[in-house]
């Protein structure tokens, strides 16, 4: 069955995983110290805050399939960042794939004890996105108030990076005055 995939959302998928990417590049280079302490207000510390970023994708795979790309590690055994990384592009690949193949209107059914729970798939598409960002904002905030300095993760920073997705360029203009301005 052919769908009409919103390029938009495709968008926000690539910047999700360009986003992850970064925080986690950066992140890498950090001590274990500031990587494995717990943040407060948050969900853990930076590590487990990825982790669990991670295992939301999965998460949102198995709703709307039932399986999901196996990672190369074992969650137990704490995986480095650098295998995080890793498997969070084969998920941004198997999430996009899902994009591609499953309408927005798809329903995704649930159920647990005592409950039903159906959807359509865009909930589960626009989870993966928002989420994303939900956590790198508790992230770059430890990071930010730690001295850290980070480049921009966000949107604008995302068509800095890929300026032709967008069609953007920058053109220089002579200044120009107008009756309004002071001269």
């Known amino acids: 069955?052919?769908?009409?995939?919103?390029?938009?959302?495709?968008?926000?998928?690539?910047?999700?995983?360009?986003?992850?990417?970064?925080?986690?590049?950066?992140?890498?280079?950090?001590?274990?110290?500031?990587?494995?302490?717990?943040?407060?207000?948050?969900?853990?510390?930076?590590?487990?805050?990825?982790?669990?970023?991670?295992?939301?994708?999965?998460?949102?795979?198995?709703r709307i399939h039932g399986t999901?790309?196996?990672?190369?590690?074992?969650?137990?055994?704490?995986?480095?960042?650098?295998?995080?990384?890793?498997?969070?592009?084969t998920l941004h690949e198997a999430l996009l794939d899902s994009l591609h193949h499953v309408p927005a209107t798809q329903n995704v059914h649930e159920e647990g004890d005592g409950w039903a729970f159906d959807y359509q798939a865009r909930l589960i598409f626009m989870s993966v996105v928002y989420h994303g960002i939900a956590h790198r904002t508790d992230i770059t905030t430890v990071l930010n108030n730690q001295g850290i300095s980070l480049p921009e993760l966000d949107i604008w920073g995302y068509q800095s990076a890929f300026p032709e997705r967008f069609q953007a360029r920058v053109v220089k203009t002579q200044i120009r005055h107008n009756k309004f301005s002071s001269q």
């Not at 360009?18 to 590590?47: F, K, V």
């Not at 999901?68 to 592009?89: G, R």
């Open 1 to 62: 069955m052919t769908h009409q995939l919103e390029p938009t959302m495709v968008e926000f998928f690539h910047y999700n995983h360009w986003a992850n990417q970064e925080l986690m590049r950066i992140c890498m280079n950090l001590g274990d110290e500031i990587i494995t302490t717990n943040i407060p207000g948050t969900y853990g510390s930076i590590h487990d805050t990825f982790s669990h970023v991670l295992k939301a994708e999965i998460s949102f795979l198995k």
């Open 68 to 89: 999901y790309p196996e990672p190369a590690f074992n969650w137990e055994e704490k995986p480095s960042l650098a295998q995080m990384m890793a498997y969070e592009t």
